[in-house]
Each structure stands twice: as C-alpha cells, then as structure tokens.
C-alpha cells in the first residue's frame, strides 16, 4: 500500500551544524515529493518540494535530494539556527493525488 | 495559505454531541482535505474532495462526515460516533495545476 517511513523520530544538532532527515516510498509512480515545518500549535508550511524530473533542489540553507531508483529522498539543512527547531513531514502523492505523510522528524536546534 | 481559514480556533464539545467544524478558501483551488492529527503524532487523512459535489473517504473516515457544496467550502461533522475526537484538525487546499497543498490554521477540538 502507499506508505511513507521517515527517520529519524527525534534529531539533535548544534547550532551552525547540518541536519538531515531521510525518507523513504513505496510507490515508485510517486512523482512530488514535498517536505513541511511545522511550529508548535502551528499549521504545517511548505518549506520545499522536489518532482521525481530532477535529483536535487535547493533554497538557501535547504536542500531536497531525491534517489528514484532506491526510492528515498531526503531534508539537508545546513548552518542550522535555533529557529530550524520545530517538527519536519515528509510526503509524497501517489496516483490518485493524495498526499501521504511521514510520522514526522522533532528537530532540535542546541545553542 | 493565508487564503485558506478554519473556525473556530478552539472548541469543546461535551460527548454524544456533533459539532462542525469550518474550512473556506479563496484560491479558487479545486480539492480539499481534512487531517487529523494527534499530539506528537503526524496527519491522518480523514477525507478529501477533488471537486465540488465529490468527496472521498481517507484513511481515519469512521465518525465524520463532509460535504461540498460549494468550491469555496469543506465542512467537516464531528459525530458522536467518533469515540475520541480530542486532537488538531487540520483543512488543506490544493490547486489543479500543481500538487502544493496548502494548509489552514487549524482547529483543536477538546471533548469535555
């Protein structure tokens, strides 16, 4: 079935360190891959998306990588800052446009 | 996704009550969805609509029920046979020419 695993649960890393999280699909017809920050008691947003056309993304200090063969794509934020602490989801569509989310990465900014 | 709003905030709800719970946009995006999602815990899809008058059940659907009548509008009935519906319910939008979806701000639910 469609199913998003994402890893890991909890990350910790020192400010000014990188971070990345990594998920993995099942369906290889998944063509958007898209990641989201979410902020305590705040709705998830959109920080950055990929398509399955292009292997990686980039957006200042976040970057999206995408292995289509191996079917796992994955969250590379560098020079991190105490405001990157918050929760990220993975997900991505499958062929009847529904997005399937991953459980989820509490990421941990230490000062 | 300041375009998408959901009401009330907050709201409580004393058991073998429904309530609804509001979701409207003005992105003139054609589908719409509704999250569950619990404290520390990701999204659950409870159903989506990809046009108006058509809606599909998600993955958690037992004890809700939506409609769509209008483009603009996704309501979502909480019934009294959802045996727990404490939790944050989220309302989503996504436009027809790209899969981005967007989300509202949220209504959190608490069964008194």
């Known amino acids: 079935g469609e199913n998003v695993e994402q890893h890991p649960s909890t990350l910790s890393v020192q400010e000014g360190d990188s971070a990345v999280i990594k998920c993995t699909y099942s369906d290889s017809a998944s063509n958007y891959f898209p990641w989201y920050k979410q902020e305590l008691g705040k709705r998830p947003q959109l920080i950055i998306d990929i398509r399955s056309n292009v292997g990686e993304k980039k957006d200042q200090r976040i970057a999206v990588t995408l292995n289509k063969t191996a079917k796992h794509f994955s969250l590379h934020i560098t020079e991190t800052q105490p405001e990157d602490s918050a929760v990220y989801f993975c997900?991505?569509?499958?062929?009847?446009?529904?997005?399937?989310f991953g459980t989820g990465t509490r990421l941990t900014i230490i000062p | 996704d300041g375009g998408i709003t959901q009401s009330p905030k907050y709201l409580f709800r004393k058991e073998g009550q429904n309530v609804t719970l509001s979701c409207e946009q003005n992105?003139?995006?054609?589908?719409m969805y509704w999250y569950r999602q619990d404290p520390g815990q990701g999204l659950r899809l409870i159903y989506y609509?990809?046009?108006?008058?058509?809606?599909q059940k998600g993955d958690i659907a037992e004890g809700y029920s939506v409609s769509r009548e209008k483009k603009e509008s996704f309501p979502l009935t909480v019934t009294s046979a959802q045996k727990n519906p404490t939790a944050f319910y989220l309302c989503a939008s996504t436009s027809g020419d790209t899969d981005t979806q967007y989300f509202g701000p949220g209504t959190r639910l608490t069964v008194l």
């Open positions: 997900a991505a569509i499958f062929g009847n446009e529904k997005l399937t």
């Open positions: 609509s990809q046009i108006v008058n058509d809606f």
């Open positions: 992105l003139n995006h054609d589908a």
